[in-house]
């Protein structure tokens, strides 16, 4: 049998540091349908064939957690039809994924104004978390009616009513106590933020989290971003010398 062309080639990641944890802003469904003459739905349920690719690379490669943004509170304001659409696709994810996130040892959380969501898919939603929250081996993480500043602003508010309780003092916040307040505080730092399609914002996206994360911008719109791409800007991420406010010499010497 003749060997596979380059083209034809199984991309591979090769050895060096993963990023623990990794977000994603899935943007470019509705230009991938335009430019094709097609119905933006048509992009959205293409993308989401993208999440099931990289979900399941993700896992295959040791990645501890994966966040996607997949809906955001601002979402709710497009045209109803689209919105009825991408919740029947989020729905049709949850029934269609079960299988390969269970046999995969995924945890599957959703974070958000998730009480927004259409009843059935929400009880979808809590059944899917439940009935994986033992698995260990990587966290898979929708976000969905999610906005940054909307959580922070609901961090505040709680830590808030902890100090109007007395079960805090003002002067015992910090940064640390705050990043329990956040919906992510079960997982890990976020070290790679990857946004498709080339725009160059974070959209709301954990403000919070991605202070420090690494952000690699892809001009590739979602529904073609597949495992080759993915392998590509984890090689983006390595090639970069996270300094955290320190110079380039303290963390070589640190590292010594």
Not at 51 to 68: K, P, S
Not at 76 to 91: D, F, I, N, Y
Not at 213 to 237: G, M, N, Q, R, Y
Request: glycine share 6%; aromatic share 8%.
């Amino acid at each position: 049998m003749a060997a596979a062309s380059p083209e034809e080639a199984e991309p591979t990641l090769g050895p060096g540091l993963l990023p623990r944890h990794i977000a994603i802003i899935m943007d470019g469904n509705g230009r991938w349908a335009e430019q094709r003459g097609l119905h933006r739905w048509e992009g959205h349920a293409r993308g989401a064939r993208a999440v099931r690719e990289i979900v399941t690379t993700a896992r295959e490669n040791g990645i501890q957690a994966l966040t996607l943004y997949a809906f955001s509170v601002q979402n709710w304001g497009r045209p109803s039809e689209e919105v009825e659409r991408l919740m029947t696709l989020l729905l049709d994810y949850l029934v269609e994924e079960r299988d390969t996130i269970m046999d995969n040892e995924i945890r599957l959380v959703g974070i958000g104004q998730t009480q927004r969501l259409p009843a059935h898919v929400l009880k979808q939603l809590r059944f899917l978390e439940e009935e994986s929250k033992a698995n260990d081996k990587m966290t898979l993480t929708l976000a969905l009616s999610y906005g940054s500043r909307e959580e922070i602003v609901e961090a505040c508010q709680k830590l808030a009513r902890d100090v109007a309780a007395g079960a805090l003092a003002p002067e015992g916040i910090d940064e640390r106590l705050l990043d329990r307040y956040m919906y992510t505080r079960e997982l890990p730092p976020l070290d790679l933020l990857i946004r498709t399609s080339g725009e160059l914002r974070l959209s709301n996206f954990l403000l919070w989290q991605a202070a420090y994360a690494e952000i690699v911008v892809t001009d590739v719109l979602w529904p073609d971003f597949d495992k080759a791409e993915f392998f590509s800007c984890i090689d983006e991420f390595r090639r970069r010398e996270r300094r955290f406010g320190k110079t380039g010499a303290q963390v070589t010497e640190e590292l010594l």
